[in-house]
């Protein structure tokens, strides 16, 4: 059974940074992308960031490019997102994705079949 657990949300203050975590078990994902998604109540679930399989692409959501850091480690079978200058249009539940393009990556949700439950980040003013 492939599960996604993602680590490391919390409170911060605005310009403050987090770093998240997502590990996966159940089977590698080391030649597919996984990524980023969040979501805010009422809105639809935006994508954020993805990472190639070997980590040698990444793709960024123009509202946090300059500001996050999506990596991989495939030995760990984990995807990170490091959070810099966070404001509080950052505020929402952050979700990793894997099983993406093989060899490839994509910003589109669709493809990827495995999403984690979510981890909350909230960025106080």
């Known amino acids: 059974q492939v599960q996604l657990v993602e680590s490391g949300g919390g409170l911060v203050q605005a310009g403050g940074s987090l770093r998240l975590s997502c590990a996966a078990s159940?089977?590698?994902?080391?030649?597919?992308?996984m990524g980023w998604v969040r979501q805010t109540p009422g809105k639809e679930r935006e994508f954020v960031a993805a990472v190639s399989w070997n980590g040698g692409t990444t793709k960024y959501a123009d509202s946090v490019k300059g500001r996050f850091t999506c990596s991989r480690d495939n030995a760990k079978n984990t995807v990170y997102l490091q959070m810099n200058s966070l404001n509080p249009e950052d505020t929402a539940v952050y979700y990793c994705a894997a099983d993406g393009p093989r060899y490839g990556i994509s910003t589109a949700q669709s493809v990827y079949a495995y999403w984690g439950h979510g981890t909350q980040v909230t960025v106080s003013s």
């Open positions: 159940g089977r590698t994902f080391s030649s597919y992308a």
